[in-house]
């Protein structure tokens, strides 16, 4: 069952963790993202996101067409960056063309909203898009300040990245934020199957786990 499957991956993950979820351009992100939510609903997990080019929108329309009930993720607490098209309940933007990106400034932001939220997971949606349009050396700034994250024990953050642009362009960098993850999934889709495995994990239980998601018992999920 997916529930039985996937709870037993997210269960096991650390508050604090910095989780790198690896996706090519044809496995459906958006379908993880979906799973997550609905996990976080289930076990009353705030859930925040941090919404970067317009990432949010794009995922969240591909769900509508693949009919997936889009209500809660449409009312999600988001941090926008950069983009122009909103959606979710909007706590703070950054001008990517001012803040590129100010590190500083969206932990203010974080901050405010968390001191009275307590513990969320926090997907991050796009990062890719920001290490693209950098400078080499900016988007190995990028990649390091991530590090500054990981042990803040008010969240678990996911950071999707489509490693499909970055193994082409920026390797040296996808390698760096590997080495920076507390954990590293791989989300892959095969058919109407999506696979997600756990390459690296704080957490000895679930090294190298593996569970298979068939596309009916997502719908129910």
Same mark, same amino acid.
């Given at each position: 069952?997916?529930?039985?499957?996937?709870?037993?991956?997210?269960?096991?993950?650390?508050?604090?963790?910095?989780?790198?979820?690896?996706?090519?351009?044809? /496995?459906?992100?958006?379908?993880?993202?979906?799973?997550?939510?609905?996990?976080?609903?289930?076990? +009353?997990?705030?859930?925040?996101?941090?919404?970067?080019?317009?990432?949010?929108?794009?995922?969240?329309?591909?769900?509508?067409?693949?009919?997936?009930?889009?209500?809660?993720?449409?009312?999600?607490?988001?941090?926008?960056?950069?983009?122009?098209?909103?959606?979710?309940?909007?706590?703070?933007?950054?001008?990517?063309? +001012?803040?590129?990106?100010?590190?500083?400034?969206?932990?203010?932001?974080?901050?405010?909203?968390?001191?009275?939220?307590?513990?969320?997971?926090?997907?991050?949606?796009?990062?890719?898009?920001?290490?693209?349009?950098?400078?080499?050396?900016?988007?190995?700034?990028?990649?390091?300040?991530?590090?500054?994250?990981?042990?803040? +024990?008010?969240?678990?953050?996911?950071?999707?990245?489509?490693?499909?642009?970055?193994?082409?362009?920026?390797?040296?960098?996808?390698?760096?934020?590997?080495?920076?993850?507390?954990?590293?999934?791989?989300?892959?889709?095969?058919?109407? /199957?999506?696979?997600?495995?756990?390459?690296?994990?704080?957490?000895?239980?679930?090294?190298?786990?593996?569970?298979?998601?068939?596309?009916?018992?997502?719908?129910?999920?």
């Amino acid at each position: 069952m997916v529930s039985n499957n996937l709870e037993l991956i997210l269960s096991h993950l650390f508050p604090g963790e910095t989780v790198l979820v690896e996706y090519d351009s044809l /496995s459906s992100p958006e379908v993880l993202l979906y799973l997550i939510s609905k996990y976080c609903e289930k076990n +009353k997990i705030g859930i925040l996101i941090d919404d970067i080019g317009d990432t949010l929108v794009e995922f969240i329309t591909r769900l509508e067409l693949m009919q997936f009930p889009i209500d809660r993720l449409a009312k999600t607490p988001v941090i926008k960056i950069g983009g122009k098209r909103e959606i979710g309940s909007i706590i703070g933007t950054l001008n990517t063309d +001012k803040y590129l990106l100010d590190f500083k400034y969206y932990g203010t932001i974080y901050e405010e909203w968390i001191s009275s939220k307590g513990f969320v997971f926090n997907p991050v949606l796009g990062f890719h898009k920001l290490l693209l349009v950098s400078e080499y050396g900016e988007a190995v700034r990028l990649a390091r300040n991530v590090s500054t994250f990981v042990g803040k +024990k008010s969240r678990t953050a996911f950071y999707f990245m489509n490693t499909s642009l970055l193994n082409r362009h920026l390797l040296e960098v996808l390698y760096l934020l590997e080495e920076t993850a507390t954990t590293v999934i791989n989300w892959s889709r095969k058919g109407s /199957s999506y696979h997600l495995k756990i390459l690296k994990s704080a957490n000895e239980d679930i090294i190298e786990k593996t569970i298979t998601l068939n596309w009916s018992e997502i719908k129910k999920y």
